[in-house]
């Protein structure tokens, strides 16, 4: 069994005898009902709530602007289009490439890596080990994102009692 993952380390995945390994989490292939790679949708929630704290925040820096200028400041139109900027890229970054591979029991396992190529190698891997009981492989998942100081990104949830990793 491969020792767990340790903060600010790589990941490692692999098929060994018919067994997919993240980290230390280990799925039978037979389990395995659904693989595919794709982009996560933008986090609009996470970005719209953003626009309009700093939408607040630049009303409120213009109102004390202009109590001490005396009015006529280019504050609001400058602080307002900081806070676009910041939505559009809250935005482009929240669109991670992901793979997902779901198990019979409908817990999912979601990986992400920098570029779709690389997912899709791994999954046409997990999908030929499945076919093919003698094939065995191994990858390893790098930290790619600023958010995540904790090492690679995996995210499990579902199923019976499953906890997930927690990074």
Same mark, same amino acid.
């Given at each position: ?120 190698? /791994?999954?046409?891997? /997990? $999908?030929?080990? /499945? ?22 990104? $995996? ?9 997930? /990793?927690?990074?």
């Amino acid at each position: 069994m491969p020792l767990p993952p340790r903060r600010g380390k790589p990941l490692e995945l692999r098929v060994q005898r018919q067994i997919l390994w993240v980290g230390s989490a280990a799925v039978p292939l037979r389990n395995v009902s659904w693989v595919e790679v794709f982009r996560l949708k933008p986090a609009w929630g996470k970005a719209g709530i953003y626009f309009l704290l700093l939408v607040v925040l630049a009303y409120l820096v213009s109102a004390r602007l202009d109590s001490t200028d005396g009015g006529g400041g280019s504050a609001p139109g400058v602080l307002t289009l900081f806070a676009l900027v910041v939505v559009c890229a809250v935005l482009l970054w929240s669109r991670k490439p992901v793979l997902v591979v779901e198990l019979n029991s409908g817990s999912r396992v979601v990986l992400t890596l920098p570029t779709m190529d690389e997912l899709r190698v /791994i999954a046409g891997q /997990i $999908v030929y080990a /499945i076919d093919h009981p003698e094939y065995e492989f191994s990858a390893v998942l790098e930290q790619h994102n600023t958010t995540n100081n904790f090492g690679s990104v $995996v995210n499990m949830n579902g199923g019976r009692g499953n906890t997930g /990793i927690r990074l």
